[in-house]
């Protein structure tokens, strides 16, 4: 006879605020990553260029 095994699912409050958490902490990580970008540029061209290849914008450089 084999014991059944039961998994319970996390709370959904837990999964969306894991959620929140790993937003949050990539939007900080874009953020870095665009003004990293935007110092090291040579221009605005080459900023806009370089932003684009990593799928970033501008906008992601500022934090809310």
């Not at 937003?23 to 970008?37: E, G, P």
């Amino acid at each position: 006879m084999t014991l059944a095994r039961h998994t319970s699912a996390p709370p959904p409050a837990r999964i969306t605020q894991a959620r929140a958490v790993e937003d949050r902490h990539s939007a900080i990580q874009n953020a870095r990553a665009a003004r990293t970008v935007a110092d090291h540029a040579a221009d605005v061209e080459d900023c806009s260029q370089l932003l684009a290849m990593l799928g970033l914008d501008a906008a992601s450089g500022k934090l809310r």
